[in-house]
């Protein structure tokens, strides 16, 4: 089982070099960094992760994570570099396709896309994002994407972006392309991991729903002539207990990932090897 951590690059943090650095010397697998680019002051939007839905304080205080894995990069050789999560909609895909592409190719290949479409209303508008039909408008940009780091020469016609042939380099190292791992539980989830995903990436999902997950996945991908081993599953945030890591693996997870808390700030390297020391011995 590949067990991963997630940190924030929050302006109290240890550098995130310095964090992946840590984490690679202890044995993760990979590291996670989260991303809100601004907080709206007001909003009616709910939060899934609190019993009454408010959003957390420490939310506004989040670095860029691409500018942070690229620091983590280059402090460290092996670890794996990985969105948890990405807000697709909140990004021009051409641009975005550059950033990783590059990030890719400087880390040899280690980056990791998870992604998700967004549940703050508010932020995604102010970004620019269609909330409405922010998983159609995720959908484009990956495929946008994809051609972009696929192609010498690629262009892209939908309803949310439409580009004529252009170039765009560098390309990434891993062929065809970065994964790209679906968070959320969204109606359509498991369908859209099957048509363009690369894997599901849950988070506050219990072992019977990860089973369900799995056995739906495969289903699909079967049914569309696809190969199931090649769908991953990552369960993000999870107990630091190794016994709960355990039921995540036999319930068909590939990876799981522990969380730093919130508020570690300075203590951020302390804390990184008391979640070792639970799950990695």
């Not at 839905?53 to 670890?79: C, E, F, K, Q, V």
């Not at 794996?80 to 021009?92: D, M, Q, R």
Request: hydrophobic share 40%; net charge negative.
């Amino acid at each position: 089982m590949d067990i991963g951590v997630t940190a924030r690059a929050s302006s109290d943090s240890v550098d995130p070099a310095e964090l992946a650095k840590r984490a690679e010397e202890l044995g993760f697998e990979s590291f996670w960094l989260p991303e809100h680019p601004v907080l709206p002051v007001h909003t009616t939007s709910r939060y899934g992760g609190t019993p009454d839905g408010s959003i957390p304080p420490s939310m506004a205080d989040i670095g860029d994570p691409l500018i942070a894995l690229s620091m983590a990069a280059a402090a460290t050789s092996t670890i794996k570099l990985g969105t948890a999560i990405s807000l697709v909609p909140e990004h021009n895909p051409l641009m975005q396709a550059k950033q990783i592409a590059t990030l890719d190719k400087y880390s040899n290949g280690r980056f990791l896309f998870g992604i998700g479409a967004g549940w703050l209303q508010e932020e995604t508008e102010i970004m620019g994002g269609d909330f409405q039909h922010r998983w159609g408008q995720t959908r484009e940009a990956i495929l946008a994407m994809k051609e972009l780091w696929t192609k010498d020469e690629a262009e892209f016609h939908g309803r949310f972006f439409d580009f004529p042939l252009v170039k765009c380099s560098p390309k990434p190292v891993q062929t065809p392309h970065p994964p790209v791992f679906l968070g959320g539980y969204a109606a359509n989830v498991f369908k859209r991991v099957v048509a363009w995903g690369d894997g599901w990436m849950p988070v506050r999902v219990t072992e019977e729903q990860v089973r369900a997950g799995r056995a739906t996945m495969d289903e699909l991908a079967e049914a569309a002539g696809r190969d199931p081993n090649s769908i991953q599953l990552i369960v993000s945030n999870v107990t630091p207990d190794r016994e709960v890591i355990a039921g995540y693996e036999a319930a068909g997870a590939n990876r799981v990932t522990v969380a730093l808390p919130p508020d570690a700030g300075p203590n951020g390297l302390d804390e990184m090897e008391r979640l070792a020391e639970k799950v990695i011995g």
